[in-house]
């Protein structure tokens, strides 16, 4: 059998004349749309991820009075939806977070109402603060607790309300997360708006939860949506989970005790395109450098502590978001006990093949 072994020489640079000759062959083809890919391939498919966007913190302390002052600008009422992008400064005029997902701080004042309408776009809300709101979603009301991850699944009817007394109750502020530009890769963006202000709302306040979220499942329930039938996981149940975590035994080594939201229906993310978890790092602990290939919006839920990411270091206090770029090693420290909720494109990049993860 004839075997040969074939090595990679580095080809020699061309001469000046042949370089020539190339620029004129890629003149001419481009007058067919053609263009060649070997100037291209190395930048096309890089060896890792090229870094999209920067790692970055939104302080809540800083960024909370621009919310409240959009209130004496504009009603929610006016603009639809009443909401500060938090754009990646390292992806300006994006309106995105990530290279794959959105992020902003929604403020709805008592008395208000943003008005019912759907998209294709998947949204998630992590409410931060405030009292007496709700929204509603595929014809049922939940009202929005500090804590609460509520899921607004693609195409269902939304609109939210604030039934609190203008003066004595406090403004509601959620921090929205949705994949448009998910959506927009595949342009796939389909929007409605509904006759109505408000839709029909047809079931009572805790139905899905009741149904679906105590570990009993109606028999002949037949499941159709992507999405959790859960669509508001309550802050004090999910508090509750991970501090009995905390009992059983050590924390993770890379991310601390980490839980993910879950499909009661199939054990599965609670979303189809965004990734939701929780974790809890006990006061003291710090985590081992870890790095994936999805982009990752961190919200502190409670506590302090520290981000680090590279050379860079972030200070973390309640309510304040963050930003770390896919496959940037990021460590975590908790100076008191320590609650982040984080989103991701995690669950897409699993589906399609390509989630990678480092600890280390
Ligand atoms: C949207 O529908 C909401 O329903 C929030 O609260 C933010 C950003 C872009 C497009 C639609 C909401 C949004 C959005």
């Given at each position: 059998m004839n075997t040969t072994t074939a090595t990679v020489t580095a080809a020699p640079a061309p001469t000046p004349a042949i370089q020539k000759e190339r620029e004129a062959f890629y003149g001419r083809a481009d007058t067919q749309s053609l263009a060649p890919l070997w100037t291209r391939l190395k930048s096309l498919v890089p060896a890792a991820p090229t870094p999209a966007g920067v790692a970055h913190r939104w302080a809540y302390a800083e960024v909370r009075p621009y919310v409240l002052e959009s209130a004496a600008h504009i009603s929610a009422a006016e603009a639809e939806r009443r909401v500060l992008i938090l754009e990646n400064p390292g992806l300006?005029?994006?309106?995105?977070?990530?290279n794959s997902l959105y992020a902003g701080l929604q403020l709805i004042m008592p008395g208000e109402l943003a008005p019912a309408h759907r998209h294709t776009q998947s949204a998630l809300r992590f409410i931060i603060e405030g009292s007496g709101a709700f929204t509603a979603v595929d014809g049922e009301k939940t009202p929005m607790q500090p804590g609460d991850f509520v899921i607004t699944p693609s195409w269902t009817w939304h609109h939210h309300a604030h039934e609190g007394a203008a003066g004595t109750d406090a403004p509601m502020i959620w921090l929205d997360g949705l994949d448009i530009p998910i959506v927009a890769l595949f342009n796939s963006t389909f929007r409605e708006d509904h006759a109505q202000d408000a839709a029909a709302v047809t079931r009572p306040v805790g139905d899905a939860l009741a149904r679906y979220g105590s570990g009993l499942l109606p028999v002949g329930y037949r499941h159709r949506s992507l999405?959790?039938?859960?669509?508001n996981y309550p802050w004090a149940r999910t508090r509750d989970a991970l501090h009995a975590l905390t009992l059983a035994g050590a924390p993770?080594?890379?991310?601390?005790h980490l839980m993910r939201y879950v499909n009661?229906?199939?054990?599965?993310?609670?979303?189809p395109t965004m990734a939701t978890m929780i974790r809890l790092l006990p006061a003291g602990f710090a985590t081992l450098p870890y790095r994936s290939s999805d982009s990752m919006v961190f919200v502190v839920v409670e506590g302090s502590g520290a981000l680090r990411v590279g050379e860079q270091h972030f200070a973390l206090h309640p309510h304040d978001v963050l930003v770390v770029p896919g496959w940037m090693a990021h460590t975590l420290h908790a100076s008191s006990d320590l609650v982040l909720f984080s989103y991701s494109d995690r669950v897409a990049q699993e589906k399609l093949g390509f989630f990678r993860e480092q600890r280390g």
């Amino acid at each position: 059998m004839n075997t040969t072994t074939a090595t990679v020489t580095a080809a020699p640079a061309p001469t000046p004349a042949i370089q020539k000759e190339r620029e004129a062959f890629y003149g001419r083809a481009d007058t067919q749309s053609l263009a060649p890919l070997w100037t291209r391939l190395k930048s096309l498919v890089p060896a890792a991820p090229t870094p999209a966007g920067v790692a970055h913190r939104w302080a809540y302390a800083e960024v909370r009075p621009y919310v409240l002052e959009s209130a004496a600008h504009i009603s929610a009422a006016e603009a639809e939806r009443r909401v500060l992008i938090l754009e990646n400064p390292g992806l300006k005029g994006s309106s995105q977070i990530t290279n794959s997902l959105y992020a902003g701080l929604q403020l709805i004042m008592p008395g208000e109402l943003a008005p019912a309408h759907r998209h294709t776009q998947s949204a998630l809300r992590f409410i931060i603060e405030g009292s007496g709101a709700f929204t509603a979603v595929d014809g049922e009301k939940t009202p929005m607790q500090p804590g609460d991850f509520v899921i607004t699944p693609s195409w269902t009817w939304h609109h939210h309300a604030h039934e609190g007394a203008a003066g004595t109750d406090a403004p509601m502020i959620w921090l929205d997360g949705l994949d448009i530009p998910i959506v927009a890769l595949f342009n796939s963006t389909f929007r409605e708006d509904h006759a109505q202000d408000a839709a029909a709302v047809t079931r009572p306040v805790g139905d899905a939860l009741a149904r679906y979220g105590s570990g009993l499942l109606p028999v002949g329930y037949r499941h159709r949506s992507l999405n959790s039938p859960v669509f508001n996981y309550p802050w004090a149940r999910t508090r509750d989970a991970l501090h009995a975590l905390t009992l059983a035994g050590a924390p993770d080594a890379h991310a601390g005790h980490l839980m993910r939201y879950v499909n009661p229906i199939d054990g599965g993310w609670a979303m189809p395109t965004m990734a939701t978890m929780i974790r809890l790092l006990p006061a003291g602990f710090a985590t081992l450098p870890y790095r994936s290939s999805d982009s990752m919006v961190f919200v502190v839920v409670e506590g302090s502590g520290a981000l680090r990411v590279g050379e860079q270091h972030f200070a973390l206090h309640p309510h304040d978001v963050l930003v770390v770029p896919g496959w940037m090693a990021h460590t975590l420290h908790a100076s008191s006990d320590l609650v982040l909720f984080s989103y991701s494109d995690r669950v897409a990049q699993e589906k399609l093949g390509f989630f990678r993860e480092q600890r280390g």
